[in-house]
C-alpha cells in the first residue's frame, strides 16, 4: 500500500525557517509551501534560489504563496508557525477556520508563546496536535539543539516532530512548558553569547598581531574543540585547573576572568534572558 505523503506550511519564512528548510528532508512531504507575506523577503528567496550554483534551493514540490485561504488543510499536515512572537496571534486567528474540522500536527517556535495561548487563538475545542520548539541558527550547519513540549497529542506524535528536528542538529524533550524558557536563555540565545566571545577573541588577536581571518580561523575552531571534549568532562573546573599550568598563560588569563568577576556576568546575561522569555509567556 502507497504512503501517503503530507503537505508541510511554512508560515514565515525568515532567517530560522529558511535554515531548517535547507536541513529537512523535502522528499517526505507531497508538497512544501512557504507562506510569506513580505515581498521583499520573496524576491530575496527567488534570488537565492536563481543564484544557488549547486543546485535550486527551492525543490521542486516546494512553492512560494502569499497567504493559506486558498488551501485544503488535510489530517497529519504540519504548520510550522515561524512569525514573529508580536504576529503569532493574528496568524493563528485567520487559520484557525482552516484546521477547525481537521488533525494537522502544529508546531511553534515563537519564543515566549505557550501553548495554552496558541490553542486560545487557534480555538479551544480543536483536536489539532501541538508542539513548541526552540530551535538556534546553528541549524544553518546541522549543529543545532532543539528544545521541544508538545502537549499530550503532541507527544504521540514525538517521533514524527523529533525527525522533523534531528534533521539539523539534536533534540532534548523537556517535560515542562516552563523549561523552555531556560532553553530559550541558554542554547536559543546562545549562539550570540558565544558570537560576541568569539568577537571579542578576535579582536584582541588582532590587537597582538595576528591576521583577522588567522585569528577567525583560530578562535573558531577552538570553540568547536572545547565544546565537543566539553560535552565529556563531568567536572569543567577541575579541567579549568589541569590545563592552567602554575605561572603559565592560561593562569594568566583565568585570573583576570576571576578578577572581573567574569562568571558572574555571564550568569546575570543568563537570567536576564531567561525572565525576559518568561515575561514574554504572560
Not at 544557488?52 to 514540490?61: A, C, E, T, V
Not at 484546521?99 to 511553534?108: A, F, H, Q, W, Y
Amino acid at each position: 500500500m502507497a504512503i501517503v505523503k503530507r503537505d508541510f506550511y511554512f508560515i514565515g519564512f525568515g532567517n530560522m525557517a529558511q535554515a531548517i528548510y535547507q536541513k529537512m528532508n523535502k522528499s517526505s512531504y507531497e508538497n512544501i509551501f512557504l507562506i510569506e507575506k513580505n515581498a521583499q523577503r520573496i524576491k530575496n528567496i527567488k534570488k537565492m534560489n536563481k543564484a544557488n550554483f549547486k543546485g535550486s534551493f527551492l525543490s521542486p514540490q516546494t512553492k512560494i504563496i502569499k497567504k493559506l485561504s486558498n488551501n485544503k488543510i488535510n489530517n497529519d499536515d504540519i504548520i510550522f508557525l515561524a512569525v514573529k512572537p508580536s504576529q503569532i496571534k493574528s496568524v493563528c486567528v485567520q487559520i484557525r477556520p482552516l484546521v477547525k474540522n481537521t488533525l494537522p500536527l502544529i508546531v511553534s517556535i515563537a519564543a515566549g508563546v505557550t501553548t495554552i495561548k496558541l490553542k486560545k487563538y487557534l480555538g479551544d475545542n480543536c483536536d489539532f496536535s501541538l508542539v513548541r520548539a526552540m530551535p538556534n541558527l546553528c541549524a544553518k550547519t546541522g549543529t543545532s539543539i532543539t528544545g521541544l513540549f508538545g502537549l499530550k497529542e503532541g507527544i504521540k506524535l514525538a517521533k514524527q516532530v523529533s525527525k522533523i528536528f534531528t534533521s539539523f542538529g539534536q533534540v532534548l524533550w523537556v517535560n515542562q512548558e516552563s523549561d523552555l524558557d531556560a532553553v530559550t536563555a541558554i542554547s536559543g540565545s546562545g549562539p550570540a553569547y558565544i558570537y560576541y566571545i568569539m568577537n571579542a577573541m578576535i579582536d584582541a588577536a588582532v590587537e597582538i598581531g595576528l591576521e583577522r581571518s588567522d585569528a577567525q580561523k583560530l578562535v573558531a575552531q577552538t570553540i568547536i574543540g572545547a565544546g565537543e571534549t566539553g560535552k565529556n568532562i563531568d567536572n569543567l573546573e577541575d579541567e579549568i585547573i589541569k590545563v592552567s599550568s602554575k605561572g603559565g598563560t592560561t593562569e594568566k588569563a583565568i585570573d583576570v576572568f576571576k578578577q572581573k568577576k567574569l562568571d558572574g556576568i555571564i550568569k546575570q546575561a543568563v537570567k536576564a534572558a531567561h525572565k525576559k522569555s518568561k515575561e514574554l509567556s504572560k
